[in-house]
């Protein structure tokens, strides 16, 4: 019994770090133009640097077929961009502010970070 709660505390403890605690290494972009494959339940790179001020063009390869990688998600520029299997699929940003931007499928088990520095 006892290595049954173990176990579950170990559990537990993996998936507090997986969903809440992991930070991917961060990707600088010297031009604010990068590529994101998609695939195996996430993005990567996750965690993108970017300039200031300038246009962000980011191109999403999806090589995942799960029904929640079909599309992707920047809720706080309200832009939301349905990925072909397969296929290079560009989203083009404007200009942005200082600051970190979040991405995430619809269901938000994708999940990445662009950050504008």
């Keep these: 019994m006892l290595m049954i709660n173990i176990l579950g505390a170990l559990l537990i403890a993996v998936i507090i ?3 809440w605690l992991y930070k991917p290494k ?3 972009s010297n031009n604010n133009k990068i590529t994101i494959v998609v695939n195996n339940g996430v993005y990567y790179p996750a965690y993108i640097k970017v300039a200031a001020d300038k246009k962000v063009t ?5 090589q995942d077929s799960a029904p929640c990688a079909e599309t992707v998600v920047f809720p706080s520029l309200d832009i939301s961009k349905t990925l072909a299997m ?3 699929n560009t989203v083009e940003l404007p200009a942005l502010k200082v600051g ?3 991405f995430h499928c619809q269901m938000q088990m994708y999940k ?5 520095s």
């Design 58 to 62: 980011l191109t999403f390869n999806r």
């Design 112 to 116: 990445g970070t662009l950050v504008v």
């Design 26 to 28: 961060q990707v600088q």
């Design 17 to 19: 770090y997986w969903f």
């Design 86 to 88: 397969g296929e290079n």
């Design 100 to 102: 970190e931007y979040a």
